[in-house]
C-alpha cells in the first residue's frame, strides 16, 4: 500500500505579514499558527508521518513546540533552502520509497479539513499528481508591464490554487531534479505541480478546495484567521466510546433539570461517578462559596475529580430598555459570571487529575438578537471565555469546552417558548451524548456543534 507522507512547508521569513517573527509562529486562539496545522495531520488516520521544513533561524523555536506538544507523527524537522522549491525537495530527500504518497502543505493553512486531505489520498490512487483549488469568484484579468489589460480569461475555467498538493514521490522527486538542470527556466513556477506541467510528468488532477483554508500572508489574513477561530466549531462525529467514562468523579452544576439532568443520567449509566448540584439543593452557581463548597464536598468523598459541568442558565425575553436592572443582573449572573465561578473553582482539582472544563452556549451567540440582547451576549461571552481559559489552562493539561446545540428540547425552552413540534427539536440525551464525548475527546478550546440528526 505504502506510506502517506506530509511535508510541511515553514521556512519562510514572513515579512508580508509585517510581524517580528515568521507568521507560522504567531499565535492566534491559544497555538501558533503551526501548531494548528500539525494537529490536522495528526488527526488524520491516514497520513503516517509529517516533516516540516523550517527556517534555520528558527529551529529552536521549532524544538520548544516539539517539546510542550505530545506529537505522533512528526518524525523529522530540517533546515530549509533560499526557495519554496528547494524546501520541497528537501523534505522529498526524506522520503525514500518512491511508490510513497506525499502531501506538500504550507505551514500557513490552518483550517484545511480532513475530507480535502482525504480526497487527496484517494486521487492519488489514480493519478500521480494532484493540487486543490477552488473556482474564482472575481474576474481574472492579465496585464502588461504598463498595467493595461491585455487578456480576460474565461471565468469558469480559472480555478484558485491552494495546497497541499499530492504526488506520488517518484514523480515530483523526478520533477524538481528536472528542474535543477533547467535552473534558468524555473523562475515563474512557485509550486510543485507547476513542475509537474512544465516537464509534461502526467495529467494533475484537482481536488476541491474551499473558501476557509487559507493562506496567511499579510497581517489582514491575521485579523481574519483570528475571526474564523473565533467561530471555529466541530461536531463530535467520531466513535468515542461512552464507556470510557466508567469510574470518572463527574460535577454537574445545575444538574436538576434539561441538558444538565440528561447529562448526569448518561454519565451515571456509563459507569461514571456523578454529582449534581443546583439552585434546589442550595447550590447557587453566581457565589463563589456555594461552587467552592460544592467541590470540596466531593473531593473529600471522591479523592479526585475529573470532569465539571456548567448547564445552569436562564433565557429572559424583553427589549433592554423595559426590563428591569435587577432582572438583567441576574441573568448575566446565572448565565455568565456561574461560568466563571465554576471554571475558576474547579481548576484547583483538575490539575490533579489533567482533567476538562464542559460549558454551554446557544447558537444566538454568533449575532446578537432583538428581545435576546442579554442571552446573546451572555452566550457569546461564554465562548471567548473558553477559548481564553484553554490556552491559559493549557499548561496544566486542562481541557475547556462549550457545548453548543440547536433548539433543544427542554423545560427552560418549553416555558419560554410553549409547545413545538418535536421532530424540530433536539433531545436533551442527544446533547448529552455529545456533552459525554467531548468531555472524553481531548479536544480544547473548541465550540461543539449539536446538530439534530437529518
Known amino acids: 500500500m505504502g506510506k502517506v507522507h506530509a511535508i510541511l512547508l515553514a521556512s519562510g521569513e514572513g515579512e508580508r505579514a509585517g510581524y517580528h517573527l515568521p507568521k507560522q509562529f504567531i499565535k492566534i486562539a491559544g497555538k501558533t499558527l503551526i501548531e494548528h496545522t500539525i ?7 491516514r497520513v503516517d508521518d509529517v516533516i516540516i521544513i523550517i ?45 510513497d504518497k506525499v502531501l506538500i502543505h504550507d505551514a500557513v493553512r490552518p483550517f484545511l479539513r480532513n475530507e480535502i486531505i482525504d480526497d487527496c489520498i484517494d486521487a492519488l490512487d489514480s493519478y500521480d499528481s494532484v493540487d486543490v483549488a477552488i473556482p474564482s469568484p472575481d474576474t481574472i484579468i492579465e496585464v502588461n508591464e504598463e498595467s493595461r489589460i491585455t487578456g480576460i480569461p474565461q471565468r469558469e475555467r480559472l480555478r484558485r490554487g491552494q495546497t497541499p498538493q499530492g504526488f506520488r514521490t517518484g514523480v515530483i522527486k523526478k520533477a524538481h531534479e528536472m528542474a535543477m538542470a533547467s535552473e534558468n527556466e524555473m523562475a515563474h513556477i512557485t509550486d510543485d505541480c507547476g513542475l509537474i506541467l512544465k516537464f509534461d510528468l502526467g495529467p494533475i488532477y484537482v481536488v476541491q478546495g474551499e473558501e476557509r483554508n487559507i493562506k496567511i500572508t499579510y497581517p489582514e489574513d491575521i485579523f481574519l484567521a ?38 448526569a443520567e448518561m454519565a451515571g449509566h456509563y459507569g461514571a461517578r456523578v454529582h449534581t448540584f443546583s439552585r434546589g439543593n442550595g447550590t447557587d ?91 446573546s451576549s451572555s452566550k457569546a461571552a461564554i465562548v471567548n471565555l473558553t477559548q481564553a481559559l484553554a490556552e491559559e489552562l493549557m499548561p496544566s493539561n486542562i481541557k475547556v469546552n462549550v457545548i453548543n446545540p440547536e433548539r433543544t428540547d427542554t423545560p427552560m425552552r418549553r416555558e419560554n417558548f410553549g409547545k413545538e413540534p418535536k421532530e424540530t427539536l433536539l433531545t436533551a440525551g442527544e446533547v ?19 446538530r439534530r440528526k437529518q
Open 55 to 99: 527556517n534555520p533561524l528558527y529551529t529552536s523555536l521549532m524544538e520548544d513546540i516539539l517539546l510542550r506538544n505530545d506529537y505522533r507523527k512528526v518524525q523529522k524537522v530540517l533546515q530549509g533552502g533560499k526557495s519554496r522549491r528547494e524546501s520541497s525537495y528537501i523534505g522529498l530527500q526524506a522520503i525514500n520509497d518512491d511508490n
Open 285 to 375: 452557581v453566581t457565589s463563589f462559596t456555594d461552587v467552592s463548597d460544592a467541590l470540596e464536598q466531593v473531593y473529600r468523598k471522591e479523592g479526585r475529580i475529573d470532569y465539571v459541568v456548567n448547564s445552569a442558565g436562564v433565557l429572559r425575553i424583553g427589549k433592554l430598555n423595559t426590563r428591569d436592572i435587577e432582572d438583567i443582573v441576574e441573568e448575566i449572573n446565572i448565565n455568565y459570571i456561574g461560568s466563571i465561578t465554576v471554571a475558576k473553582a474547579s481548576v484547583q482539582y483538575l490539575k490533579k487529575s489533567q482533567g476538562g472544563i464542559v460549558l454551554y452556549t446557544s447558537s444566538s451567540y454568533t449575532r446578537g438578537r432583538a428581545l435576546y440582547s442579554v442571552y
Open 432 to 450: 448529552a451524548e455529545a456533552s459525554l464525548k467531548t468531555m472524553l475527546s481531548g479536544l480544547s478550546g473548541q465550540v461543539i456543534d449539536v
Open 226 to 263: 483570528d475571526k474564523i477561530f473565533q467561530t471555529n466549531s466541530y461536531s463530535i462525529q467520531e466513535e468515542i466510546p461512552l464507556e470510557a467514562i466508567e469510574g470518572k468523579v463527574v460535577v454537574i452544576f445545575g444538574g436538576s433539570k434539561g441538558i444538565g439532568e440528561a447529562t
Open 39 to 45: 494537529e490536522v495531520f495528526e488527526k488524520n488516520p
